[in-house]
Structures are given as C-alpha cells and as structure tokens.
C-alpha cells in the first residue's frame, strides 16, 4: 500500500513539474468593422511605444485598405497617420506598413491615386510612400515611377511591394512587378509578369517628366532592380523566374572573410529542376554601394521590351539545392540574424515535416534548428542577440534557442493553442514584448477580423 501511494505521489509530481505555463495575450485593438494587420513587417516605433498597421478589407486587399494607422501598446489608442480620401475596394489603398529603425517615419503601399474600378490597384501599379508619425496625411514619394519611353534610370516603371527599412535605415527593399512587361506579356501570351527585387537609397537624385494619364510619379529616392528574372529558366541552372520573401542581411550587411561588410538581400528563387519543375531555393543578391551605374545585362531603366537590369556590381547566387533532395523546396519569409552571419528559411525535413533551417550567406550546409513532429507555420523572427528565434507552430507562440541543448529543452511555448490564426510575429525594440495578429470573430458575428495582441516577455502576468 505504502508502494502505491508512493507511485501515485511521483505521478502527481512528474505531472504537475511538465505542465506548461504561458504567456497573458493582451489584445490592443477591438474595433470590430475593420481589420488590423500588421503584414509581416516591422511595425513597432524605434521607441517600442506604438504599432503600425494596415486596415485592408476582404475583398480589396490592401488596394481597399483606406488608411494606415496606429496603436499604443500601453493604453489601446489609437491614431490615423494617413488615410485614402473616399478609397474604394479597388483601390487606391494604403497598407504593408512598417517604421524605420531609428527615426519616426513610416513606410507603406501607396495604390497609383488615378485609380477606377476599370483600371485598379494592381501589383504593378503602387509605389511607396514615407509619412512622419508626427505629420499625419503629409506624404513623401520614395520611388519614381516612369512608365512614357523614354524611361528614366533611377526609377522603375511598375509596382513596389512591402517595403523594408535596412537595420541601419539607410536602404530601402521591396518586391516588384513592371507594367511595361505586362503589356507585353498581355500582347504576347508570353509570361512577363515577373516579380522581382528592388532597392533604394538616397544618394542620387531622380526627375521624371509628368504624362497626362498620371501614372508617372515623382520620387525621392534613387531605385533599382537588382535582381533578373526570365519567364523560362533553363532547366537545372541557377536562372529564376521569380523573386520574392525577401528581406535584408544583417544591420548593415553580412561579414566578408575580410572583416568589412556586404550590404545584401536574401531571397527565394524559382529555379526549374532538371524536370522542367519550379522550385523555390534560397538566394542572396549582394548590393553595391553605389546603384546608378548600368550593369553587364543592359541599361537600368530598361527598354520596351527588357526589364530595368542590375546594376555593376550586383552579384546574384543560389545558396540551397534541395531540387537533389526528397522534399524539394524552399518558403517563409526567409530572414538574417543581425550579425548577418546566418540566413533562417522553411525547408521540410527528412520526414517531409515543416522546419527552420539557417545557412551562412557566403554558402555552405544548412541546419536544421526545429524538430517538431508537424509543420512549423511561420519563418522566424530573430533576437538581436543571434541566440532565439520566435515563430509560429501548431497555433502558438513559439521561443527556441539556436544551440546548445536538446530541441525539446531550447524550444518553449509563449502561448496556447489555439483555434483562432496566429499571424505576423514582430520583437519590440528592446525585446521584452512581440505582437501578432489573430482572426477572431466579432461577437454574435460571423465576421473575423484580425486584431493585434502582444505578450510580454519580461513577466507571465
């Protein structure tokens, strides 16, 4: 009897000593007639004070968001920073925002404003627009748009696409879609569309003339596509038909053997195997200092009938080849640690199972950082120190150390499942919160919305 009591009593204790313990979510927003997302971007002030984000709808997207907006992560305000007059679901929109690293601006999609229901919000018709939180509604044009040939170098001539402060502030990244091969692709039956990676900087200026239907736009900043892309990638080469889930490398570049740094971008490329079958693998695009000047592949606004190229000294390279492997394929956002000396990404595991991966920017083998038994749903948000990442599995909140112990001892749960979406994850400045969405329905509604929450890390209350 004295046994079985015994045995009762370690039941008890081993069960209570696993049961885990989580995290408060605090929901900062409730408005139930509009969405709050946050877009996977970097949406926290340099101050950690506030969160910016979008107001997209159901059916338009971002082209029927009419305003960006943000929210105080103590007391629940909230405050318009810039708003569409009258905007429609077609457009023109305004959303896919995020703060710059160390000044109080804001960057965001902006829809060309000569926008009808006939000709509306399109990939390859937005540009970027930069506000000062503390000047709401006074818009900077950060990309030039020139779609009458003949085109202008420094600016591009289709759509830009969640735009992404560099850690230091000095570049801008984004993806992008070129309405001029558009055209051609809808003239020829051709695949032209085509998205690829763009950058901007302010070191050269730009002037664009105006054309009577509006769709030139004015811009501020010097741009460039630096990545090239072709409707029919030989198949088993490193050629790409598409380039997307960018984002940058390091606060100001990765480490090159001699100490100084590359200002890059990583990415996914579609390569076609030697099947002819599209997969998506990891790239980097490294990024020269000056972005004016025309590279080996032709000039940087392009022609009727060419993409705008690189510029010299870009230098396009595959990092994975998991088309060799059981489970081809790359996907997430794929993002560095600050340091820049490791790039995360999603790849499926021996098993077929959804994992984080890192891989140095200068190439070699991949690692394998998560081993859960089903698909990790997010790719990883970094600490500044290199050490953990944050992302999202079997509907939670999840916080893993890079190394030094077994998976099941360096992973925690910062939340409970749940059924209720969980999405774009995003550290404060100093670290001690992350927010993220969930989609949750209004009460005694069938309508969802997504509404921010944050959980802070420096306290279970």
Known sequence: MVYYKWLIGMIILVSCSSKETYLNEIQLTKEITKNHDLDNNDNFSPDGKWLVYDTRTGIGGIGGSPSVERVNVETGETQVLFEVPDNKDFGPGAGAASYHPIENKVIFIHGLPVCTEKNPYQQWRRTGVIVNDNQPNIPVLMDARDVTFPFTPGALRGGTHRHEWSRDGKWVGYTYNDAIMKKLEDSTGIKWNLRTIAVSNQRHSVKVDKDEAGENVAGTWFSAVVVRVVPSPEPGSDEISNAASDSWIGTSGYPKPDGSLQVARAFLGKVN?????????????????????????????????????????????????????????????????????????????????????????????????????????????????????????????????????????????????????????????????????????????????????????????
């Not at 693998?281 to 990024?287: A, H, P």
């Not at 489970?327 to 993002?335: N, Q």
């Not at 969802?448 to 929450?453: A, L, P, S």
Request: hydrophobic letters at 35%.
């Open 273 to 461: 195997d030697r099947n002819g079958k599209p997969v998506d693998e990891l790239f980097v695009v490294d990024i020269p200092d000056s972005i004016n000047v025309a590279g080996e592949f032709g000039p940087l606004e392009g022609t009727r009938s060419t993409f705008p190229m690189p510029p010299a000294g870009t230098v396009q390279r595959r990092l994975t080849h998991t088309v060799n492997t059981r489970f081809p394929g790359c996907s997430g956002v794929v993002r560095s640690s600050f340091d820049g000396t490791q790039i995360s990404f999603l790849a499926r595991d021996k098993n077929g199972i959804q994992q984080i991966f890192l891989i140095s920017p200068s190439g070699g083998d991949a690692i394998q950082i998560t081993e859960h038994p089903t698909g990790v749903q997010s790719g990883a948000r970094w600490s500044s120190d290199g050490k953990s990442i944050a992302y999202i599995w079997d509907n939670s909140i999840v916080l893993c150390e890079i190394s030094g112990r077994p998976f099941e001892q360096r992973m925690k749960r910062l939340t409970a499942r749940s059924a209720d979406e969980v999405s774009n994850l995003v550290w404060s400045p100093d670290e001690k919160m992350i927010a993220f969405n969930r989609t949750i329905a209004a009460e005694g509604k069938n309508d969802q919305k997504k509404q921010i929450f944050v959980i802070k890390l420096d306290s279970n209350k």
